[in-house]
């Protein structure tokens, strides 16, 4: 089991119903845990790949198998933080069969783990922009998720909350003890540096995986030349 990838499409397309196709051969894997990232332009698929990963969309053709449990941290958390307050967020994340003791037990580990101890009470209005990306991240460990879709998490965000993120991903995919499989989508050719590894998406389909540093050094060229 140690050995399967976390993640595999084989051949995997998709067309909207006007007869767009969004998808087209695309196949690759994860082969373990860690911080994968793929980078695009507008258009290319990525969005759409996160999404049928995440179940939310049903595949025309091809095969995806996910051995994880995946979900789905969107661009900007607002759209995913439902409650007025931190922890009642993420008890909607939660086995309902828990008691209340084990619920309150795992609101708090979840918080710990993304650098919120403390905040289960606070109402999430009041949390910065990073803030509450950390908070949407917890909802998705307190779902028992082991495959995390960061669909351009750190687009809304400042530096430093830009930062905190990738740090906190990175650390999540490289704990000893159950580490996460991240497949994080960004334009942001920086954000590179922090990555397993690194694919070009372009018209549906994604290239080979590569360190991060070489991925950066190709595009970066070209993105200075459109600026």
């Known amino acids: 089991m140690a050995d399967q990838p976390c993640l595999v499409a084989d051949q995997l397309g998709f067309s909207w119903p006007t007869g767009h196709a969004a998808l087209s051969h695309c196949t690759f894997s994860i082969p373990k845990p860690g911080l994968w990232m793929l980078v695009g332009g507008n258009g290319s698929g990525k969005s759409t790949l996160l999404r049928l990963i995440a179940g939310l969309l049903e595949p025309s053709r091809g095969r995806l198998h996910r051995r994880l449990k995946p979900a789905l941290v969107f661009q900007n958390p607002d759209h995913q933080l439902l409650l007025p307050s931190c922890g009642s967020d993420i008890e909607l994340s939660l086995a309902e069969h828990l008691s209340r003791p084990a619920r309150l037990e795992l609101v708090e580990h979840v918080l710990s783990q ?105 595009l970066s060229p070209l993105a200075t030349r459109k600026g």
Request: proline residues 4%; aromatic residues 4%.
């Open 114 to 218: 993304v650098g919120l101890e403390g905040f289960r009470q606070r109402p999430i209005h009041s949390l910065s922009g990073g803030q509450k990306q950390r908070l949407a991240i917890a909802g998705a460990l307190a779902s028992q998720a082991e495959l995390l879709l960061l669909d351009e998490p750190t687009a809304l965000l400042d530096e430093n909350s830009q930062l905190e993120v990738l740090s906190l991903i990175q650390d999540l995919s490289h704990r000893q003890e159950r580490p996460i499989t991240a497949l994080w989508v960004t334009h942001r050719l920086e954000e590179l540096q922090w990555c397993d590894g690194a694919a070009l998406m372009e018209r549906g389909s994604i290239g080979p995986w590569q360190s991060g540093a070489s991925l950066q050094a190709q």
